[in-house]
T-cell receptor, first 117, second 110 residues
Framework: DAGVIQSPRHEVTEMGQEVTLRCKPI?????LFWYRQTMMRGLELLIY????????DSGMPEDRFSAKMPNASFSTLKIQPSEPRDSAVYFC???????????????FGPGTRLTVL | QKEVEQNSGPLSVPEGAIASLNCTYS??????FFWYRQYSGKSPELIMF????GDKEDGRFTAQLNKASQYVSLLIRDSQPSDSATYLC??????????FGTGTSLTVIP
C-alpha cells in the first residue's frame, strides 16, 4: 500500500490567500485525522472523520479553517484567509477505525509544511 | 491539566544503555495508548500500542501501562544512535478523543 498521501509537500503563500491541503488515506481505512504541529504547541488534533462524517472538530482554531471529506479516499483542509500564525506542518493520518484492538492505530502521511508570509 | 504529559527532555543516554520514557494521562477511563517515534523533519511513526495493564515487549522496546497510576512508559534496551528521535505518547480517552503529548527528545550518544 502507498500509505497516506498528502499534497503539496511544501506551500509558501502570502497572508490573506486561500490555502488548500489535500489528503488521500490508506485504502480501507474508515477514519481520517488532520493535525497541526508547531514547536510551541506540539501536535494538535484539528478534526477527525469517521466514515466520511466529521466527528470532532473542536480542535479547529477558528472559522478560517474548514475541512471536508467528500468520499472515502479524499479529504481537504482549507484555510481562508491564511495568516502568518498558521505556519506549521500539517499532518493527515488514517486508521482502520476507532474501536481499539489495534484498529485505532493511526498512520501518518509525510505532512505539508505551510509557510504564510 | 493537560490530557497527556511528557517530560520534554532532552534525555541523553550512552549507546547500549536503557532509555526510559514516561507519560501520564488525565482521563482515568482511557483505554488505548500508543508510542510514536518522530525523526526530525519526518512524520510520526508507530512503535507500539498497549491496551492492558502490564508490559508489552517488541524487540528492544517494552511498553508498560499502569492504569491505576495513570502512566504509560516506554523502555528502549540496548539503545542505538539510530534511536535518537522525539518520542510521542498518545492516548485515546473515554470521549474517543486522541491526544498526543509534546514529546520527549532522546539522544543516544555513541
Amino acid at each position: 500500500d502507498a500509505g497516506v498521501i498528502q499534497s503539496p509537500r511544501h506551500e509558501v503563500t502570502e497572508m490573506g490567500q486561500e490555502v488548500t491541503l489535500r489528503c488521500k488515506p490508506i485504502s480501507g481505512h474508515n477514519s481520517l485525522f488532520w493535525y497541526r504541529q508547531t514547536m510551541m504547541r506540539g501536535l494538535e488534533l484539528l478534526i477527525y472523520f469517521n466514515n466520511n462524517v466529521p466527528i470532532d472538530d473542536s480542535g479547529m482554531p477558528e472559522d478560517r479553517f474548514s475541512a471536508k471529506m467528500p468520499n472515502a479516499s479524499f479529504s481537504t483542509l482549507k484555510i481562508q484567509p491564511s495568516e502568518p500564525r498558521d505556519s506549521a506542518v500539517y499532518f493527515c493520518a488514517s486508521s482502520l477505525g476507532l474501536a481499539g484492538g489495534g484498529t485505532d492505530t493511526q498512520y501518518f502521511g509525510p505532512g505539508t509544511r505551510l509557510t504564510v508570509l | 491539566q493537560k490530557e497527556v504529559e511528557q517530560n520534554s527532555g532532552p534525555l541523553s543516554v550512552p549507546e547500549g544503555a536503557i532509555a526510559s520514557l514516561n507519560c501520564t494521562y488525565s482521563d482515568r477511563g482511557s483505554q488505548s495508548f500508543f508510542w510514536y517515534r518522530q525523526y526530525s523533519g519526518k512524520s510520526p511513526e508507530l512503535i507500539m500500542f498497549i491496551y492492558s495493564n502490564g508490559d508489552k515487549e517488541d524487540g528492544r522496546f517494552t511498553a508498560q501501562l499502569n492504569k491505576a497510576s495513570q502512566y504509560v512508559s516506554l523502555l528502549i534496551r540496548d539503545s542505538q544512535p539510530s534511536d535518537s528521535a522525539t518520542y510521542l505518547c498518545a492516548v485515546i480517552n473515554t470521549g474517543n478523543q486522541f491526544y498526543f503529548g509534546t514529546g520527549t527528545s532522546l539522544t543516544v550518544i555513541p
